[in-house]
């Protein structure tokens, strides 16, 4: 095996094959580097990617994740890999179609009990369609928008049957991948491209190239999903381009990051990072007290983090000192207005308002009701 570039050559190389920001034609997911991007910092960049993995593994393996039991690349259990290499392929494009704005949980069941509805238990072409859309959107509806999926499935099933536009066989390039079938984009053709089995060796006559043999020593690139992306820019890995669109898509974030991630960690960074955002870092809650990346200054997250709980201590300290400072005048709502209306009530004085309110009233003029 030959020994593994140096980092400086990596980034060197990696750096002349970006596209230059001069580029006159500038589409929506063409990436458009920083224009301090360099040589020395993309070195920088993929340091510190090492060093966020080191940290990540080691959370990930005291906590585990869903990804790491229900995810696409462990569904096809020893029933399934009995089965047909085309059985097993299917499956895994069908679970990254249901995958979709679902948690792996969601698409775990709806992928076994779909797999349970045949007997034997084993998705093929034929059964997908020999259900009914009710039928078939009554098993998945546990997934996100199951309605559409269901649709996308009897599409997918409809190609891959016998006799139909694709032969029986998954198309094995990316672009093939995304443009034949709905619901798939690159993020599932990627995670698909990595998990499928090679299909048996077509003949030397045959020059379809969408159908050649899967390389099993080939990455064909890194998935980038919303656990990805969100990570990436928290870790300071990936930022907007320079021009173009202002916020950073997955296939900005894509190119950035195949350009930092050595290309033999291609296919571990995304259950990697994955797991850490379902357990360890959510979008919502941050478990920053088991996370080993805390306190490093990896984490832009904990940066604000820690900015917003100083605010709270300082509003705190400040609450603390002025009831020190005034206890004695300290008088609520509800007791100012007991206060005033047993004066009102002393004093006979028929306007409670006018003495609740803290600020001058503005007394409205009477209107003459006509009759």
């Known amino acids: 095996m030959p020994p593994a570039p140096t980092l400086l050559s990596n980034a060197t190389t990696l750096a002349a094959s970006v596209p230059r920001r001069?580029?006159?034609?500038?589409?929506?997911?063409?990436?458009?580097?920083?224009?301090?991007e360099s040589t020395k910092?993309?070195?920088?960049?993929?340091?510190?990617?090492?060093?966020?993995?080191?940290?990540?593994?080691?959370?990930?393996?005291?906590?585990?994740?869903?990804v790491d039991s229900m995810g696409c690349h462990v569904l096809p259990d020893e029933i399934v890999r009995t089965n047909s290499i085309a059985s097993q392929n299917l499956q895994i494009l069908i679970s990254l179609l249901l995958s979709s704005q679902t948690k792996d949980q969601h698409t775990?069941?709806?992928?076994?009990?779909?797999?349970?509805?045949?007997?034997?238990?084993?998705?093929?072409?034929?059964?997908?369609?020999?259900?009914?859309?009710?039928?078939?959107?009554?098993?998945?509806?546990?997934?996100?928008?199951?309605?559409?999926k269901t649709v996308y499935m009897k599409k997918i099933a409809s190609m891959l049957v016998d006799g139909g536009e694709l032969g029986g066989r998954i198309p094995t390039t990316l672009d093939a991948l995304v443009k034949t079938f709905a619901g798939i984009g690159p993020k599932m053709g990627i995670l698909y491209?990595?998990?499928?089995?090679?299909?048996?060796?077509?003949?030397?006559?045959?020059?379809?190239?969408?159908?050649?043999d899967l390389d099993p020593?080939?990455?064909?690139?890194?998935?980038?999903?919303?656990?990805?992306l969100r990570l990436s820019q928290q870790f300071r890995l990936v930022t907007a381009p320079a021009r173009g669109t202002v916020t950073v898509t997955p296939e900005i974030a894509r190119t950035q990051l195949e350009a930092i991630v050595p290309k033999e960690q291609w296919?571990?960074?995304?259950?990697?990072?994955?797991?850490?955002?379902?357990?360890?870092?959510?979008?919502?809650?941050?478990?920053?007290?088991?996370?080993t990346i805390a306190g490093t200054g990896l984490c832009k997250a904990e940066a604000k983090g820690k900015a917003q709980s100083q605010v709270k201590k300082r509003k705190a300290?400040?609450?603390?000192?002025?009831?020190?400072?005034?206890?004695?005048?300290?008088?609520?709502?509800?007791?100012?207005?007991?206060?005033?209306?047993?004066?009102?009530?002393?004093?006979?004085?028929?306007?409670?308002?006018?003495?609740?309110?803290?600020g001058p009233r503005r007394l409205r003029p009477r209107r003459t009701v006509v009759r």
């Open 267 to 291: 296919k571990e960074t995304n259950p990697l990072l994955v797991g850490f955002g379902q357990t360890v870092c959510g979008a919502r809650s941050k478990m920053c007290g088991e996370c």
């Open 217 to 228: 020593n080939d990455e064909f690139g890194l998935a980038v999903d919303t656990h990805v």
């Open 108 to 148: 775990f069941a709806a992928v076994q009990g779909l797999r349970a509805h045949f007997h034997p238990h084993e998705i093929t072409p034929e059964r997908i369609l020999s259900l009914s859309d009710e039928t078939l959107d009554s098993i998945i509806r546990g997934v996100g928008f199951h309605a559409k």
């Open 193 to 212: 491209l990595q998990n499928a089995k090679p299909y048996p060796r077509h003949s030397d006559t045959d020059k379809n190239e969408d159908n050649k």
């Open 41 to 66: 910092e993309l070195a920088k960049l993929r340091e510190r990617w090492l060093k966020v993995r080191d940290l990540v593994i080691e959370v990930r393996e005291r906590v585990p994740a869903p």
């Open 317 to 358: 300290e400040t609450g603390i000192q002025e009831e020190k400072n005034g206890t004695d005048n300290i008088v609520t709502t509800n007791d100012r207005f007991v206060i005033k209306q047993e004066i009102v009530m002393q004093n006979n004085i028929k306007d409670i308002e006018d003495l609740v309110d803290d």
């Open 22 to 36: 001069n580029s006159t034609t500038i589409r929506s997911l063409t990436y458009v580097p920083p224009a301090s």
